[in-house]
């Protein structure tokens, strides 16, 4: 079986999903199970206060016991935030420390501030954390943030929510091809095919959520992402041909052809 | 009388009390939530035994979906 392997632990599935933008904690499990996907992001926020508590919560809907949570950073623009909003997390979640760091540049853009995600990475490092980081395509900044000791990267397709997919598939190779730890695709994956393209280049796995979640049928959606992703990866293990440009070669025997 | 801020409103109390009181108060009692208080966390088996002051800053966090 060929599996994921981040920080130590096994995995089987390569598709990690987020579980923001569903109607409603029905969908959201169901969009989950029809992925496959065993690894789910989180987001840690304010309790609302004067809420009934009776209301159903999300660790209800998709039990940290089934599936392993991965809590961001969403909506951090500093270091500071997203450090302290972590070690919330790991006090929420009764010590996990497999974390998605992402330190955003503007609201408008959600581009990844690379700069204060290198600080804040040094910090969670130094702290225990394993942290899984959103970055840029930027192959040297992919690598320092290797070196600086995160067990996976995960630069962007293209910007978070977009839907554009892959806009620069040769720095996501160039990742790949330097970085000894997991490369994870994250953010901009739109329909399937993106998905598998992300996975013929040889990342090893794929995180997503509005593409699911923001798509007209979410539940089939994750269905068509689940298999997507086992395509994309059987097909880069099995070696794309190469392209011919110019130089068709017929499939068919060119002997024995009636009349000839 | 103490003010404290939770999650960034101000809240009276008549007299200083511990965390897990402040999560009753909240009907927060056995839910799955994280506390920190003036930037550092407090423990949830620190809930008990710390007083909480006037003035005291009071983030307090769930999980929820997110991408």
């Known amino acids: 079986m060929d599996s994921l392997v981040i920080a130590g632990k096994t995995y089987s599935s390569r598709l990690l999903v987020g579980t923001g933008k569903y109607k409603d904690f029905d969908e959201t499990r169901a969009a989950i199970d029809a992925s496959g996907a065993e690894i ?50 790991r006090e929420l979640l009764d010590g996990h420390d497999l974390v998605k760091l992402e330190v955003l540049g503007d609201p408008q853009s959600l581009y990844p501030n690379v700069v204060e995600t290198l600080k804040a990475a040094e910090v969670l490092v130094k702290d225990g954390f394993k942290v899984m980081v959103y970055t840029s395509d930027d192959p040297i900044i992919a690598k320092q943030l290797e070196d600086i000791g995160c ?3 995960m630069p962007l397709a293209s910007l978070i929510g977009s839907g ?9 190779m160039i990742i790949r091809d330097r970085l000894k730890v997991p490369v994870i695709v994250d953010a901009g994956v739109g329909t399937a095919s993106d998905a598998a393209i992300a996975m013929e280049l040889g990342c090893d796995a ?55 | 009388m103490i003010t404290l801020k939770v999650n960034g409103e101000p809240r009276q109390f008549p007299q200083p009390l511990p965390i897990s009181a402040l999560l009753a108060e909240l009907n927060l009692t056995g839910k799955r939530v994280a506390v920190e208080r003036n930037g550092e966390i407090v423990p949830k088996s620190q809930h008990d035994a710390v007083l909480l002051a006037d003035g005291d800053q009071l983030e307090i966090v769930v999980a929820v979906g997110g991408g």
Do not use: H
Not at chain 1, 50 to 75: E, I
Not at chain 1, 166 to 171: A, G, Q, V
């Open chain 1, 40 to 89: 789910i992001t989180v987001a840690i926020r304010r309790t609302n206060i004067g809420q009934d508590p009776s209301q159903p919560s999300l660790l209800d809907a998709v039990p940290p016991s089934r599936f392993t949570y991965l809590p961001n950073t969403a909506g951090c623009y500093t270091a500071d935030d997203a450090i302290r909003t972590l070690r919330l997390a």
């Open chain 1, 206 to 260: 794929v995180l997503m959520n509005t593409a699911i979640a923001g798509a007209g049928k979410p539940v089939l959606m994750a269905s068509a992402m689940k298999k997507a992703v086992e395509a994309g990866r059987e097909a880069f293990l099995a070696g794309r041909m190469a392209k011919k440009i110019y130089q068709a070669s017929p499939s068919s025997p060119t002997t024995g052809i009636i009349g000839s």
């Open chain 1, 151 to 153: 067990v996976a990267v």
């Open chain 1, 164 to 172: 554009m997919g892959i806009l620069n598939p040769w720095n996501l």
